[in-house]
């Protein structure tokens, strides 16, 4: 039978244009929702619905037994749920359904994985990995010290505009996700870095260009840094520091950020607020990071541990 899902359709748009310019969500989070909502209307057609509030919870539970068949793992298969819960939020607030299709969905489990960090003496190494002597060097040791200091996004860092920072006062101001500002304070390193860069490295690089640029970082040619080449700066980076390429990335410099922050003794709120995160459970994660260093410190340096600091029996034999 031939299904005429123009009404589906029509409010999967709606809210499709909703969600990118009434809320303000990324491109990306905007064209995800945009991939798992055709895959549930494609689904939809076979079972033939074509109206938003003709949807049952039966539907929504089948879509997901179907995404498990496909192959689709638990958390592919969650992130289609928020968007199916996310239309039909919408739909319920136009009137478009009456009755919520997802109430007693369980959203599939998975546990978040923690972060990936670096220890304070990796990534000291990595801010003297820099060549100080060459002018790139220098653009890459205060791009270092600006992500490491301020937890930045890597977005947030090649986009980060002159007029973004307050070299008097201390902080950047960042314009983040869902293009929500924050304002970051800097400690006193990335401040001497930062000036020395915009003295005597950031006018040279500026001449190169054709066309000026507000970009904090730029380039050989004068251009705005991209995420690119600072991807790879940062991997040859590692190399010279001898840390393993697939250790580091941008990301991972931030996580050290934040995981530092709270063993240091940071509140959390504080952090989150920081880090740009809107929900205080993205940021929880670290707390785990901050546990699980813990963890290996007992287990390497207690006698109790299982680690090597065991104390001996006579005779040089450890104790069991």
């Known amino acids: 039978m031939s299904v005429d899902r123009a ?25 995800a929702y945009a991939r798992d909502l055709a895959r549930f209307t494609g689904y939809l057609e076979g079972q033939g619905i074509s109206e938003l509030a003709a949807l049952e919870r039966r539907h ?13 793992g638990p958390r592919s298969r969650a992130r289609a749920l928020v968007a199916i819960r996310r239309l039909v939020q919408y739909g319920a607030g136009r009137g478009l359904c009456a009755v919520d299709p997802l109430d007693g969905v369980e959203t599939p489990r998975f546990g978040k994985p923690l972060p990936r960090t670096l220890r304070p003496d990796e990534i000291q190494a990595l801010l003297e990995a820099a060549d100080l002597e060459d002018p790139l060097g220098r653009r890459d040791h205060a ?21 973004g920072l307050d070299r008097r006062a201390g902080w950047v101001r960042v314009l983040g996700k869902g ?12 401040l001497e870095a930062i000036e020395e860069y915009l003295v005597e490295v950031r006018p040279g690089l500026a001449r190169a260009a054709t066309r000026e640029s507000d970009a904090v970082f730029l380039s050989r040619r004068g251009r705005a840094m991209t995420r690119q080449n600072f991807f790879e700066r940062l991997r040859g980076l590692a190399r010279v520091a001898g840390i393993p390429r697939e250790r580091v990335s941008p990301h991972v410099l931030r996580h050290a950020f934040a995981s530092d922050l709270l063993e ?24 785990h990071v901050s546990r699980g260093r813990l963890r290996n410190t007992v287990e390497t340096r207690h006698p109790r541990g299982g680690g090597r600091h065991r104390p001996r029996r006579p005779g040089g034999k450890p104790r069991p």
């Not at 359709?9 to 969500?25: K, S």
């Not at 490491?148 to 980060?160: F, H």
């Not at 240091?264 to 707390?287: F, N, P």
Request: charged fraction near 25%.
């Open 60 to 72: 929504v539970t089948g879509f997901v037994r179907f995404l498990e068949r496909e192959g689709l």
């Open 7 to 31: 009404g589906l359709e029509r409010a999967v748009e709606a809210f499709l244009a909703h969600a990118a310019i009434e809320r303000n969500l990324s491109p990306r989070t905007v064209e």
């Open 179 to 190: 293009r929500k500002e924050r304002i970051v304070p800097l400690g006193e390193p990335a």
């Open 264 to 287: 240091g003794g940071a509140d959390l709120r504080a952090v989150q607020t920081m880090l740009g995160h809107a929900d205080l459970s993205t940021t929880e994660i670290y707390t």
């Open 143 to 163: 791009m270092l010290e600006v992500l490491y200091a301020a937890g930045l996004r890597v977005s947030e860092l090649v986009s980060l505009p002159l007029s």
